[in-house]
C-alpha cells in the first residue's frame, strides 16, 4: 500500500487476482507467497480424430442436428472498442437497474436458507408472481421457473417435437430459437408475417402440408419485425393449433419492453387458452440484466410434467439466490419505477432512430415502427447488398444485425436490425446513423 499508494481494498483484489491465475499461494495466518514455479505447458495431442468420430453421428440422422450459434452470436459478442452496438439484444447499463439489483442480491443472501436447495420447479412465490403477471386461470401449479427464456425454449422443443420432424416458425424470426430447433435435429419450416403477425391462412395450410405439431411464435412485439398478433388473428391462430392437434409455443419476451406510448396491451396467449395448446415461454431477463437469467414456462396437462422432467434431467434447478434476487426485486418500489423509466427511454429513443433514419437513409424501408421492443426492422434497397452493408458499416463503426439469420429459408431481400436500447443514448444513435451513412455512401459511390 505506501509503495503504490493505493488502498487496503485494491491490494486485497490484486493479491486475489493473483492466487487466482496460480502466481501466489495465501497461508491463513502467515500471509501470501511466491507460488512454485509451473511446470512446462503438456503436449496439445492430437484431436484430428475427432472430425471423423463427430460426422459419423450424423450418419444415420434423417434431420443432421446443426449447432450454429452464429445468428446468437451477433447480438452477443461485443465489438470492438469505440463501435456504436446497434446490434445489441439487451438493455445498455444505464439503463439496467444496476443499484436496484444490488440491493435486492443482497437482501436475498441474507434470506434463510437462500443458499439452500430450491424445490425443482422453483421458489413457489417467484411461481405464484410469474402466474399472476400471465393472467387468465393460470396458477403457480402450472409453472417452472427456468433459467431465462433461452433455456425455456430449449426445453419446449425438446419436449414437444421428435428430432427429424417440422416445427412451423415465423418468418422471419428470432435466430436463437431456429439454432435451438436445429439443434435438436428439427426442420423450421416458415409461415409468413405481416404488419399483424402470421398470417393464418399460411398457417393452417403449413399444417395442413408437413404434418407439423408445433408452431413457435411470439404475438407480442415479434423479433425482429416488431409486429403485435390482432385480436381476429389471436383466435383463428388457437383455433388453427387446436383443430391441427398442435401445440403453440408463445415466447412473450418482450412484455416488459412495451414504450411509453402503447395502447394497452394484449393478454398473453396463455391466459386465453383452457385447453392447454399454449406452452409460454417468458422472462425477466430483457427487462433488467443480461445475468439475471430468471424466467418461467407454463403449462397445462401431461406436458407439463415431460417439460418438467426434461428440465431436471438437464440442469436439476435455477440457482436459489438468484430466485430469490428475483423475487426481491419484483417486490420492491424499485421496480415499478424502472419500468416507467425503461418505458419513457424506449419510446424516446425509438423515435429518435427513426428519425435519424428518415432523414440520413430515407431509401431504406421502415415498414413499421412498433410500440414496445428494443429495435427497428429495415428492408434494404434493391442494390445494396446485406452482407457488404454489415461489413462495411462495421469499418465505419457501427455494429447492425443481418437479416439473413433470421430467415430459415430464402428471404426476399436484404435486410438489418437496428436496437436502440444497447446504446449509450441519443448522441451515439445520432452518430450511429451518420457512420451507417458512410457505408451507405461506400457501396454507392
Same mark, same amino acid.
Given at each position: 500500500?505506501?509503495?503504490?499508494?493505493?488502498?487496503?481494498?485494491?491490494?486485497?483484489?490484486?493479491?486475489?487476482?493473483?492466487?487466482?491465475?496460480?502466481?501466489?499461494?495465501? *497461508?491463513?495466518?502467515?500471509?501470501?507467497?511466491?507460488?512454485?514455479?509451473?511446470?512446462?505447458?503438456?503436449?496439445?495431442?492430437?484431436?484430428?480424430?475427432?472430425? @471423423?468420430?463427430?460426422?459419423?453421428?450424423?450418419?444415420?440422422?434423417? @434431420?443432421?442436428?446443426? @449447432?450454429?450459434?452464429?445468428?446468437?452470436? /451477433?447480438?452477443?459478442?461485443?465489438?470492438?472498442?469505440?463501435?456504436?452496438?446497434?446490434?445489441?439484444?439487451?438493455?445498455? =447499463?444505464?439503463?439496467?437497474?444496476?443499484?436496484?439489483?444490488?440491493?435486492?442480491?443482497?437482501?436475498?443472501? &441474507?434470506?434463510?436458507?437462500?443458499?439452500?436447495?430450491?424445490?425443482?420447479?422453483?421458489?413457489?412465490?417467484? &411461481?405464484?408472481?410469474?402466474?399472476?403477471?400471465?393472467?387468465?386461470? /393460470?396458477?403457480?401449479?402450472?409453472?417452472?421457473?427456468?433459467?431465462?427464456?433461452?433455456?425455456?425454449?430449449?426445453?419446449?422443443?425438446?419436449?414437444?417435437?421428435?428430432?427429424?420432424?417440422?416445427?412451423?416458425?415465423?418468418?422471419?424470426?428470432?435466430?436463437?430459437?431456429?439454432?435451438?430447433?436445429?439443434?435438436?435435429?428439427?426442420?423450421?419450416?416458415?409461415?409468413?408475417?405481416?404488419?399483424?403477425?402470421?398470417?393464418?391462412?399460411?398457417?393452417?395450410?403449413?399444417?395442413?402440408?408437413?404434418?407439423?405439431?408445433?408452431?413457435?411464435?411470439? $404475438?407480442?412485439?415479434?423479433?425482429?419485425?416488431?409486429?403485435?398478433?390482432?385480436?381476429? &388473428?389471436?383466435?383463428?391462430?388457437?383455433?388453427?393449433?387446436?383443430?391441427?392437434?398442435?401445440?403453440?409455443?408463445?415466447?412473450?419476451?418482450?412484455?416488459?419492453?412495451?414504450?411509453?406510448?402503447?395502447?394497452?396491451?394484449?393478454?398473453?396467449?396463455?391466459?386465453?387458452?383452457?385447453?392447454?395448446?399454449?406452452?409460454?415461454?417468458?422472462?425477466?431477463?430483457?427487462?433488467?440484466?443480461?445475468?439475471?437469467?430468471?424466467?418461467?414456462?407454463?403449462?397445462?396437462?401431461?406436458?407439463?410434467?415431460?417439460? *418438467?422432467?426434461?428440465?431436471?434431467?438437464?440442469?436439476?434447478?435455477? $440457482?436459489? $439466490?438468484?430466485?430469490?434476487?428475483?423475487?426481491?426485486? /419484483?417486490?420492491?418500489?424499485?421496480?415499478?419505477?424502472?419500468?416507467?423509466?425503461?418505458?419513457?427511454?424506449?419510446?424516446? &429513443?425509438?423515435?429518435?432512430?427513426?428519425?435519424?433514419?428518415?432523414?440520413?437513409?430515407?431509401?431504406?424501408?421502415?415498414?413499421?415502427?412498433?410500440?414496445?421492443?428494443?429495435?427497428?426492422?429495415?428492408?434494404? =434497397?434493391?442494390?445494396?447488398?446485406?452482407?457488404?452493408?454489415?461489413?462495411?458499416?462495421?469499418?465505419?463503426?457501427?455494429?447492425?444485425?443481418?437479416?439473413?439469420?433470421?430467415?430459415?429459408?430464402?428471404? =426476399?431481400?436484404?435486410?438489418?436490425?437496428?436496437?436502440?436500447?444497447?446504446?449509450?443514448?441519443?448522441?451515439?444513435?445520432?452518430?450511429?446513423?451518420?457512420?451507417?451513412?458512410?457505408? /451507405?455512401?461506400?457501396?454507392?459511390?
Amino acid at each position: 500500500m505506501e509503495r503504490y499508494r493505493v488502498s487496503p481494498v485494491t491490494v486485497t483484489r490484486a493479491l486475489a487476482q493473483l492466487a487466482a491465475e496460480g502466481l501466489v499461494v495465501t *497461508r491463513p495466518g502467515a500471509g501470501a507467497f511466491r507460488a512454485e514455479p509451473r511446470t512446462a505447458a503438456p503436449d496439445t495431442g492430437d484431436t484430428s480424430w475427432q472430425e @471423423v468420430a463427430l460426422s459419423a453421428d450424423t450418419a444415420t440422422e434423417l @434431420v443432421p442436428r446443426a @449447432v450454429d450459434a452464429s445468428g446468437v452470436l /451477433v447480438t452477443l459478442a461485443a465489438p470492438p472498442p469505440g463501435v456504436i452496438e446497434f446490434n445489441g439484444g439487451y438493455l445498455h =447499463p444505464s439503463l439496467q437497474p444496476e443499484r436496484a439489483l444490488a440491493a435486492a442480491l443482497a437482501r436475498a443472501g &441474507r434470506r434463510p436458507g437462500a443458499w439452500g436447495r430450491p424445490p425443482t420447479d422453483g421458489l413457489p412465490e417467484l &411461481r405464484e408472481w410469474f402466474a399472476r403477471e400471465i393472467g387468465g386461470s /393460470v396458477t403457480a401449479a402450472d409453472l417452472l421457473v427456468t433459467a431465462g427464456g433461452q433455456s425455456a425454449i430449449t426445453t419446449a422443443l425438446r419436449a414437444l417435437a421428435p428430432p427429424g420432424t417440422p416445427v412451423l416458425v415465423e418468418s422471419p424470426t428470432y435466430p436463437g430459437m431456429l439454432a435451438v430447433a436445429r439443434a435438436a435435429g428439427l426442420r423450421p419450416v416458415p409461415v409468413p408475417t405481416d404488419a399483424e403477425g402470421v398470417r393464418p391462412e399460411l398457417l393452417e395450410a403449413a399444417f395442413r402440408a408437413t404434418g407439423a405439431r408445433v408452431l413457435v411464435c411470439q $404475438p407480442l412485439f415479434q423479433n425482429p419485425t416488431g409486429a403485435v398478433l390482432g385480436p381476429e &388473428r389471436r383466435r383463428e391462430v388457437l383455433r388453427i393449433a387446436r383443430a391441427a392437434g398442435a401445440f403453440v409455443v408463445e415466447d412473450d419476451f418482450a412484455r416488459r419492453l412495451v414504450h411509453e406510448d402503447a395502447p394497452p396491451l394484449p393478454a398473453p396467449l396463455a391466459a386465453e387458452d383452457p385447453d392447454g395448446v399454449v406452452v409460454h415461454v417468458c422472462s425477466l431477463t430483457k427487462a433488467t440484466s443480461p445475468s439475471l437469467r430468471v424466467g418461467a414456462l407454463a403449462a397445462r396437462g401431461p406436458v407439463l410434467e415431460r417439460l *418438467r422432467a426434461i428440465q431436471v434431467v438437464d440442469s436439476f434447478f435455477v $440457482p436459489r $439466490p438468484l430466485q430469490e434476487a428475483a423475487l426481491e426485486l /419484483v417486490g420492491s418500489p424499485a421496480w415499478h419505477r424502472h419500468q416507467r423509466a425503461v418505458a419513457q427511454e424506449l419510446r424516446s &429513443r425509438r423515435g429518435l432512430l427513426a428519425g435519424a433514419l428518415a432523414d440520413q437513409l430515407p431509401a431504406f424501408a421502415l415498414p413499421h415502427i412498433p410500440y414496445g421492443g428494443h429495435h427497428l426492422w429495415l428492408r434494404l =434497397p434493391d442494390g445494396v447488398p446485406e452482407a457488404a452493408l454489415v461489413a462495411g458499416a462495421l469499418r465505419a463503426g457501427v455494429a447492425v444485425a443481418p437479416g439473413r439469420p433470421y430467415f430459415c429459408a430464402e428471404p =426476399p431481400a436484404g435486410h438489418i436490425r437496428l436496437s436502440f436500447a444497447g446504446v449509450a443514448g441519443p448522441t451515439e444513435i445520432a452518430e450511429g446513423v451518420r457512420r451507417l451513412r458512410t457505408a /451507405v455512401d461506400e457501396l454507392n459511390p
